[in-house]
């Protein structure tokens, strides 16, 4: 009789990719959950009305949200290291540069920007864990 025994070891997956996917996914996915204090940081360090700073995050919000559903059905074909690095340095370039900001329609470009790149980052962190899933 044959030795039909299943091997259930599983390699697991690389440590820098594991850290790098986490990575995507906190600076990704902390725009949405720290927005309340985004508003409250623009209400009060640059004396926007409670209006204003809605709109500037929502803007990045809308941003990140439309970003991450127009690319993530061409991700599986196009992901690789430079594009999440690129990705990584646009929203950071953005991020600082918002800081800059003196105009309020300056800040709601850039933090636009910023969301481009945040939805980039937030979608490529789920297509790593679903490329990493074994069931269907």
Same mark, same amino acid.
């Given at each position: 009789?044959?030795?039909?025994?299943?091997?259930?070891?599983?390699?697991?997956?690389?440590?820098?990719?594991?850290?790098?996917?986490?990575?995507?996914?906190?600076? +990704?996915?902390?725009?949405?959950?720290?927005?309340?204090? #985004?508003? %409250? +940081?623009?209400?009060? +360090?640059? %004396?926007?009305?409670?209006?204003? %700073?809605?709109?500037?995050?929502? @803007?990045? =919000?809308?941003?990140?949200?439309?970003?991450?559903?127009?690319?993530?059905?061409?991700?599986?074909?196009?992901?690789?290291?430079?594009?999440?690095?690129? %990705? =990584?340095?646009?929203?950071? #370039?953005?991020?600082?540069?918002?800081? @800059?900001?003196?105009?309020?329609?300056?800040?709601? =470009?850039?933090?636009?920007?910023?969301?481009?790149?945040? +939805? @980039?980052?937030?979608?490529?962190?789920?297509?790593?864990?679903?490329?990493?899933?074994?069931?269907?």
């Amino acid at each position: 009789m044959a030795n039909l025994a299943i091997n259930s070891f599983t390699p697991r997956d690389p440590t820098s990719l594991v850290v790098g996917a986490t990575a995507c996914q906190v600076i +990704g996915g902390l725009v949405p959950q720290m927005s309340p204090f #985004v508003v %409250a +940081g623009l209400i009060d +360090g640059l %004396a926007l009305t409670e209006r204003d %700073a809605g709109m500037v995050a929502s @803007a990045e =919000l809308l941003a990140l949200a439309t970003t991450a559903i127009l690319i993530a059905p061409v991700l599986p074909r196009v992901f690789s290291r430079r594009a999440a690095i690129f %990705a =990584l340095v646009f929203t950071l #370039v953005a991020q600082t540069a918002s800081v @800059a900001a003196d105009g309020w329609a300056a800040l709601i =470009l850039l933090r636009s920007l910023a969301g481009i790149g945040e +939805g @980039a980052l937030y979608a490529m962190s789920l297509c790593i864990v679903a490329s990493r899933c074994r069931n269907p």
